[in-house]
C-alpha cells in the first residue's frame, strides 16, 4: 500500500477526480482507511477529517447545495456508517446530489460473527436495506470488477438529485482490478423535459396577474438568472419557499417584484397575491407542508415545472434542467406577453407579541445582521426559533448563499454544512444557529480551525430548545419544561478551548454589531455568541395563531 495503484478504492478516488470532485467529507476508521490512503497519494482530491460522521454528510451536502459539485461523504463500518442517516436522509428529503461511500467488515466474515457486521446474514443488521431507504441508488459491491460499471451509475443517479450509497467490504476496496474500457467519468445522464407547450399556453394567456412560487431546484441547477428572465418577461411576481430564498428578491434578481418566503415562517403578502393571480407557477417547488401553510390554491390555477411534480394538485412539466427549461420558456413567450408592470411590492412581516426578556430580540439581531453581512456572504441557518427568525427576517445577500434544511429540519446541520461550502466557494460563511444545535454538533467549529476556513458561527445562546420551550407555554400551559439549560457563556467557553479561535459573548445589539465586524475580517473562523432569550415567540404562523386565539 502506500502508492497510486489499480485496487477499488484507487480506481474510485481517480474516478471522482477525474469528473471534478475536489474533496471527501468523512470520518477515518477501520474499514474505510484504504479510501484515505488512496486519497493522501493524490494531488487532485484532499480527504477531510470531520468530528462527526453526520457533520461530514452534511459538510458533502452544503458543498453540492453551494453549487460546487457532487458532494461525497466516506464513513467506516457499525455506527459510523449509521451516524450517516440522518444526513442521508436529509438530501434525499431535498433532493441534494450526494455520493456516500461506507466501508463494511470484510465479506468472508458475512453473517459469522465478524465485528460491525451489517452484511444482513444470519441475523445481522442489513446496512443495504437500510441504506436503500435513504438514497436514490444503494448497492453492496461484492465483486470488486463491478465497481467499473457500478460506481458510474451511482454517480449518475446522485445527479438526478439525492444520495447514492455504496457499500464496500474491506477485500473489495483493496483488490486489484483492471480498468480497461471503464466509462468516462465526464459523461451524463441524458436530461428530461416534457413537451412545455401547454404551460406555454397556460402563461401567455393567463387571465390576470401571474405568481411565481421558485424552490430549491433553482438553486440545485443554478437558474437564477433564467427564474429572473422568464419573471421579468410575465412581468410576474416572485416567492420563495424557505429552503429557496436564494434563488430570487436579491438586488438584480426582480428584488421590486419579490413578495418574499412562503409558508409558516413566511410573509402574509405572498397569500395575498397568490389569491389574486390568475395562475401561480411552481418552478422547482414540491411544496412541502411547512411551504404552503396559509396558501389557498384551491381557486387559482396551478402549474409547475421541474424534476418532480409537487404535492399539491397542478398540471406538472418534468423538467430535470430549470436553466434549460425557464430560458425556453422565456424566449417562447418573449415579445407577445402584454401585461401591465405590478405596482412595487409592499413588504409585509409577522407580528409577534412584545418581549421584554433578557438579551437581544430576534428582530433586532437580524437587522444587525442585515446591516452588517457584506454581498457574496453565504448564509447557513440551522432549525429553531432563531432560524425561523432569519428565515423571515434577514435578506439573502446579492450574488450569497442563503441555505437552510427543511427536508428533515435536523438540528445542528449548520456547522457541517457551511464548513462544506466554504471548501467549496472559498469565500466567507456565516452559520446562524442556536445553541441546542451547537451543543449537538457544534465541535465541528474546531474543523474549521482545524483547516482555517473562513466561518463565522453566530450562535444565539437562550439556554433552551427555544421552539419546544414556547410549545411547552403555549400548547401544553407552562407548568413545566424538559428544554431549558443551564446557562453558558458559548464563547467564553470556545476561546479557553480552541487558543487560536476568536470568540466572544454579545448581551446587547450595540456590541453585537461591533463583535460582528471583528469576526467578519477575521483571517479563520470566528465565533459571536449573543444572549437572547427563550421565551420570546419568533416569526413563526402556527405559534403565532395560538397566541391570537388565546
Known amino acids: 500500500m502506500g502508492k497510486i495503484g489499480n485496487r477499488v478504492v484507487d480506481h474510485i478516488v481517480g474516478y471522482l477526480a477525474a469528473a471534478g470532485v475536489e474533496y471527501v467529507f468523512g470520518v477515518d476508521g477501520a474499514n474505510i482507511e484504504d ?10 482530491i484532499t480527504a477531510v477529517l470531520a468530528k462527526h460522521e453526520f457533520s461530514a454528510t452534511t459538510m458533502a451536502d452544503g458543498y453540492s ?6 458532494g461525497v461523504v466516506a464513513a467506516t463500518s457499525g455506527g459510523g456508517s449509521l451516524n450517516t442517516v440522518p444526513g442521508l436522509g436529509e438530501a434525499l428529503a431535498s433532493r441534494v446530489p450526494l455520493l456516500a461511500l461506507i466501508g463494511q467488515p470484510e465479506s468472508a466474515l458475512d453473517g459469522l460473527g ?4 451489517t452484511s444482513g446474514r444470519n441475523g445481522a443488521l442489513d446496512a443495504e436495506a437500510l441504506f436503500s431507504a435513504v438514497s436514490v441508488f444503494c448497492r453492496r459491491v461484492l465483486d470488486p470488477r463491478d465497481i467499473v460499471s457500478v460506481l458510474p451509475q451511482a454517480v449518475a443517479a446522485a445527479r438526478t438529485g439525492g444520495p447514492a450509497v455504496l457499500l464496500l467490504p474491506k477485500d473489495v476496496q483493496q483488490a486489484v482490478i483492471d480498468v480497461t474500457g471503464a466509462d468516462d467519468p465526464a459523461q451524463r445522464i441524458g436530461t428530461r423535459l416534457d413537451d412545455p ?9 393567463a387571465a390576470g396577474p401571474i405568481t411565481i412560487i421558485a424552490g430549491e431546484q433553482v438553486a440545485r441547477d443554478d437558474a437564477r438568472l433564467e427564474l429572473e428572465q422568464l419573471r421579468a418577461t410575465l412581468r410576474a411576481r416572485v416567492a420563495v419557499v424557505p429552503d429557496a430564498k436564494d434563488v430570487a428578491g436579491t438586488p438584480g434578481m426582480g428584488a421590486s417584484a419579490a413578495l418574499g418566503v412562503t409558508g ?3 410573509h402574509p403578502g405572498v397569500a395575498d397575491a397568490v389569491a389574486e393571480s390568475g395562475l401561480c407557477l411552481l418552478a422547482g417547488t414540491r411544496l412541502t407542508a411547512t411551504a404552503r401553510f396559509g396558501l389557498d390554491l384551491a381557486r387559482v390555477p396551478v402549474f409547475s415545472i421541474g424534476s418532480a411534480a409537487p404535492y399539491v394538485p397542478a398540471t406538472h412539466v418534468t423538467s430535470d434542467d430549470l436553466r434549460v427549461s425557464l430560458a425556453l420558456l422565456a424566449r ?3 415579445g407577445d406577453v402584454r401585461r401591465p408592470v405590478p405596482e412595487p411590492v409592499r413588504h409585509t412581516e409577522l407580528a409577534p407579541p412584545p418581549h421584554d426578556g433578557p438579551g437581544v430580540r430576534y428582530r433586532e439581531a437580524m437587522a444587525v445582521l442585515d446591516a452588517g453581512l457584506p454581498d457574496g456572504v453565504d448564509v447557513i441557518v440551522d432549525a429553531g426559533n432563531i432560524g425561523a427568525s432569519a428565515i423571515h427576517y434577514l435578506p439573502a445577500r446579492r450574488d450569497g448563499r442563503f441555505v437552510v ?6 438540528m445542528g446541520y449548520s456547522f457541517g454544512a457551511a464548513i462544506g461550502m466554504a471548501f ?5 460563511t456565516v452559520v446562524i444557529a442556536g445553541d441546542g444545535s451547537f451543543l449537538m454538533h457544534g465541535m465541528e467549529i474546531h474543523t474549521a480551525l482545524q483547516y482555517g476556513l473562513p466561518v463565522t458561527f453566530v450562535l444565539f445562546d437562550n439556554h433552551a430548545h427555544a421552539m419546544c420551550a414556547v410549545r411547552e407555554q403555549l400548547f401544553y400551559g407552562g407548568a413545566y419544561s424538559y428544554n431549558r439549560f443551564r446557562p453558558s457563556r458559548l464563547g467564553a467557553g470556545l476561546a479557553a478551548m480552541f487558543p487560536g479561535l476568536p470568540a466572544v459573548d454579545v448581551d446587547d445589539a450595540a456590541d453585537l454589531a461591533g463583535a460582528l465586524r471583528a469576526a467578519l475580517v477575521a483571517g479563520g473562523p470566528s465565533v459571536v455568541s449573543v444572549e437572547c432569550s427563550p421565551d420570546e415567540i419568533p416569526p413563526f404562523a402556527g405559534f403565532l395563531r395560538r397566541t391570537e386565539n388565546a
Open 197 to 205: 407547450r401547454v404551460l406555454v399556453e397556460a402563461l401567455r394567456s
Open 405 to 410: 434544511a427543511l427536508g428533515m429540519g435536523g
Open 114 to 117: 465478524s465485528f460491525q457486521d
Open 35 to 44: 479510501l484515505y490512503d488512496a486519497a493522501h497519494y493524490r494531488d487532485d
Open 65 to 70: 447545495r453551494g453549487g460546487s459539485g457532487l
Open 264 to 266: 409558516v415562517m413566511g
Open 332 to 334: 417562447e413567450l418573449s
Open 424 to 428: 467549496g466557494r472559498r469565500r466567507r
